[in-house]
C-alpha cells in the first residue's frame, strides 16, 4: 500500500506515533531540550558557528556527526529505528526533512535532559511540544511504548525506572524544522565557557544564552569508580586534567587537539557527566546519585 503524498513525512509520523499512544496529555510547562557538545566541529566548521550562520538545528543525516552512534544513513540502525517508529514515513524523504532529537525534561534538570550527549542543551518552546513524538527507553533499544503531546504514559514508568543517571531520559524526536530565532527559548551552556571561543559563538546566535551551574569532576573522584566506564579511560582522564579537575572544556581542548580517540573522551565526558553533575538548586529533582562536588544523555 502506497504513502499518502497528501500531506508531509512529520504529518504521517506523528499521526503513526499518535495511534500508538495513549493516556492523559504532556505538561506544557516541561521542555525538550538538545543536549550537545558546543565546541566541537560538524564538516569542518565549529558548531556554533555553523548554527549562527545556518540558524536551523539539523539532524545528523544532515551533519554527518553524532555524539552518539553515527548510523544515520540508508540501511544504518537510525535509518531503520526511524522507519519502524514512524511508519517508513521517512523512508524516502531528504535528510533535511528528518526529526532533530533531544529528551523531555521531565526531571527539570538544569543542565538539560540528557546530558550524555554534551554539557550544553538547547530548551526549546513549548509550541515545539506539538510537533514531537517521543519513546522509552531510547530508540536504541527498540521501544514499544510512545507519546505525543495529547497522549503521554511514559513519565510514570520512567520516574519509577532504575536506569543510570546517564539513560535517565525520555527521548524526543521534533519533526519539521527547529529554527533557533523560532523554537529555541534558551542555549544553555556550562560556565566553564565563560569568556571563550564558545561565549562568543554564542552570543551570534539569534536565542538567549544562559548558565547551568556546572560540570567538574576531580580526578580523585574519578579514580573512585573504575567500573563504570573502565580503568582506561580514568587513565586517560587522569591524564588530560587540569591542575586534577576535569570540566567539559578541558574534554573539548582534549578532543580539538587530536591526539586522543574521540570514543575514549567519548567515554571520559561520561564519566564527568555521571559524578560531575551540579548538586540541584532548590525545585530541580535530584539526580538519583548525589554529585560528587558543591560545583555544580549505539548510545552517547
Known sequence: MSADTSISPQERALRHVEAMSSEDPL????????????????????????????GVYVSQFVTGTSNGGLTAHPGGDRWR????IFGGAYDNAPARERPVYGALNFRRRSVGAAPRF??????????????????YPDSFFEPSAFGVASRMALIEPAEAGDADLLDDYIEAQVHGPVRLDRDVEA??????YRGTSVEAAARRLPCPVEWHRGFRLTVEHLRRHPDYRGQEYVALGAEIAVGGVLDPRIIGDAARSGRYD???????????????????????????????????????
Open 27 to 54: 505538561d506544557i510547562r516541561l521542555r525538550v531540550t538538545l543536549n550537545f557538545h558546543p565546541d566541537r566541529s560538524a564538516s569542518g566548521r565549529e558548531i556554533l558557528l555553523g548554527l549562527a550562520d545556518e
Open 187 to 192: 542555549l544553555v551552556l556550562d560556565p566553564g
Open 81 to 84: 529505528w526511524e522507519s519502524r
Open 118 to 135: 554534551g554539557s550544553a542543551h538547547f530548551r526549546l518552546t513549548a509550541e515545539t511540544l506539538r510537533r514531537t513524538t517521543f519513546c
Open 262 to 300: 574521540a570514543q575514549a573522551l567519548k567515554k571520559v565526558w561520561h564519566c564527568v557527566a555521571r559524578f560531575g553533575a551540579p548538586l540541584p538548586p532548590a525545585g530541580e529533582t535530584p539526580a538519583p546519585v548525589a554529585a560528587c562536588c558543591p560545583y555544580g544523555p549505539e548510545g552517547g
